[in-house]
Nanobody, 120 residues
């Protein structure tokens, strides 16, 4: 099992910045990638992800504004969010994709979410 604890959410004015953090603990060795998602009723979508080798993906609307990074020594992934606007307001969920070599099980762990509010 992997436990994820997010932090860094809050309120900011349009044009401002926030940095989200997600600390992973538990069966770290099983993690293959980490990311940040937003949820809508019945669905979710990727904001940004980063693999163990450092490969990144971004939702088109955040490219150039958001940067995902990871500190392997701290087992932590970050999402630097710049030039925020009202459409970025939401709860952001940290995820950890895993592969269990002993059982061949694959899956995704989710954090509890951290709230980002962008308003005047």
């Amino acid at each position: 099992q992997v436990q994820l604890v997010e932090s860094g959410g809050g309120s900011v004015q349009p044009g401002g910045s926030l940095r989200l953090s997600c600390a992973a603990s538990g069966k770290i060795s099983s993690i293959t990638a980490m990311g940040w998602y937003r949820k809508v009723p019945g669905d979710y979508y990727l904001i940004a992800s980063i693999t163990n080798s450092g490969g990144t993906k971004y939702k088109e609307s955040v490219k150039g504004r958001f940067t995902i990074s990871r500190d392997n020594a701290k087992n932590t992934v970050y999402l630097q969010m710049n030039n925020l606007n009202s459409e970025d307001t939401d709860t952001y969920y940290c995820t950890a994709d895993y592969y269990d070599h002993s059982t061949s099980e694959v899956g995704r762990h989710w954090g509890q979410g951290t709230r980002v509010t962008v308003s005047q």
